[in-house]
């Protein structure tokens, strides 16, 4: 990076941050897509499943067709240059849009697979919300309106308080019984999976305990993300240690696909100091040069 | 989308939407309950059931797919077939002993390095946990299914 380019930036108020935040988020799913292009492309050779459930159905109502594996293949790709084009090119709302489209091709042969099922759901919705915002194309010195960020935030945030309210309405505050439900559901991965770091935690019963209670409480105080964002650096870095712990103990990874959009919470203190730490790369890069 | 009745209308469609499904506690792809891991459990209620490898050289291994989630579709339908009271034990058995050969078909789809010809047995073992402090599992077997007779010597 330029130090007039630093220098540029670092006078540059305000920022663009839709744009900021959609050029990450494409480029970060892209990365991940491509990880798992692969192993998809074996899950698909290797089908049919001997006990899987039917496929989740669009909206719950639109049952989509089943592809070839090359054909699926070829529509990852797609993908993951739609997601390039998105992030880099010169028209994303274009390229957001073909995303869009190729991710229900793509992911919809792919739902019942462990490493994709539910984990990507916030991705056709960030996409649809960055589609429709008007800041999509704009420069990125420019100000713009705010609500498309503030909508990806509401529904990232509905994503965690569902499972907090569905655990209330399943078992009530007994959900979290000393303990007990996650020493359960450690013991049943470690049963299924072997799962030895799961099975060390279930035999401390009073960390499950502090973790259950510690754990509904995390998802349920999502929303208040929206009413008070000086909270999200810790809300994230809640989120990130509880993802962090599911994938360790019971091999379950929400941080790929999921995880990657957290930082729409930090966006607003990220823009607010974006120009402060341009501006001292710029003075170090001058005492350098 | 600038028009703030268009945007307010967009926003209530998508945020209805995510509400729906969680109301509904129903998949709505790509709007889900996310009700995973709700039911309160304890450790003596949970069990599970998974497909065992018997070595002709007596060796035994569960089964491990690389597509971990198919042990847990097969504990499922294992459970479901085992507790379905319309089933008589015959059927049963035969809808188990189909599963299971299933089951070890696409294991071998899945990993090519499986040696068919090394297996002597399929298990479909229940697991359990015994709910003493020390929380071990406790195992039986549901099913035995030996790939060849008994009787049969392996060539020298």
Redesign the interface.
């Known amino acids: 990076m330029s130090l007039d380019l630093l220098e540029r930036l670092a006078a540059t108020t305000p920022t663009n941050e839709v744009r900021l935040f959609a050029a990450y988020y494409c480029l970060a799913f892209a990365l991940q897509l491509a990880l798992g292009m692969r192993r998809h492309s074996r899950y698909l050779r290797v089908q049919p499943s001997p006990a899987g459930p039917p496929r989740p159905r669009l909206l719950g109502l639109l049952a989509l067709p089943t592809l070839a594996p090359r054909t699926t293949d070829a529509l990852g790709v797609g993908l993951l240059l739609a997601l390039l084009l998105a992030a880099l090119g010169p028209a994303p709302r274009l390229a957001t849009l073909i995303a869009l489209g190729l991710y229900f091709a793509y992911f919809s042969q792919l739902l019942n697979l462990g490493s994709v099922i539910r984990k990507t759901n916030t991705a056709p919705q960030v996409l649809l919300v960055l589609a429709a915002a008007p800041g999509l194309d704009a420069p990125l010195c420019s100000a713009n309106a705010s609500w498309p960020l503030d909508l990806i935030r509401a529904l990232v945030a509905l994503v965690y308080f569902a499972s907090g309210v569905a655990k209330l309405r399943a078992a009530g505050l007994g959900w979290v019984n000393h303990g007990r439900t996650l020493q359960a559901y450690l013991l049943e991965h470690w049963l299924l999976l072997d799962t030895q770091a799961g099975r060390r935690l279930a035999g401390r019963r009073r960390v499950c305990a502090a973790l259950s209670a510690a754990t509904l409480a995390w998802e349920l105080s999502a929303p208040l993300l929206l009413l008070a964002p000086s909270i999200a650096p810790a809300w994230v870095a809640c989120a990130l240690l509880f993802h962090a712990g599911t994938l360790v103990t019971m091999r379950i990874n929400y941080l790929k696909y999921t995880g990657i959009v957290l930082p729409v919470f930090l966006t607003a203190s990220l823009s607010e100091h974006l120009p402060r730490l341009a501006a001292r790369l710029a003075e170090l890069l001058s005492l350098l040069q | 989308?600038?028009d703030p009745v268009a945007?307010a209308l967009?926003?209530a469609a998508?945020?209805g939407?995510?509400?729906a499904?969680?109301v509904l506690?129903?998949?709505?792809?790509?709007?889900?309950?996310?009700?995973?891991?709700?039911?309160?459990?304890?450790?003596a209620?949970?069990?599970?059931f998974?497909l065992l490898f018997v070595c002709r050289d007596g060796a035994r291994a569960?089964w491990?797919p690389?597509?971990?989630?198919?042990?847990?579709?097969?504990?499922?339908?294992?459970a479901a077939i085992a507790s379905d009271p319309t089933l008589d034990p015959a059927t049963r058995r035969t809808a188990l002993i189909a599963?299971t050969l299933?089951?070890f078909?696409?294991a071998l789809?899945?990993d090519p390095g499986l040696d068919a010809a090394a297996i002597a047995e399929l298990v479909l073992v229940h697991?359990?946990?015994d709910d003493a402090p020390e929380?071990r599992?406790r195992d039986a077997p549901l099913l035995r299914l030996p790939l060849a007779p008994a009787s049969q010597e392996d060539p020298p």
């Open positions: 989308m600038t945007v967009f926003a998508l945020l939407l995510a509400l499904a969680l506690d129903r998949d709505l792809w790509p709007f889900a309950p996310y009700s995973m891991f709700s039911r309160r459990h304890s450790p209620e949970i069990h599970v998974r569960f491990s690389r597509f971990r989630y198919e042990a847990r579709y097969l504990s499922g339908e294992v599963l299933r089951a078909a696409y789809r899945e697991r359990e946990i929380l599992s």
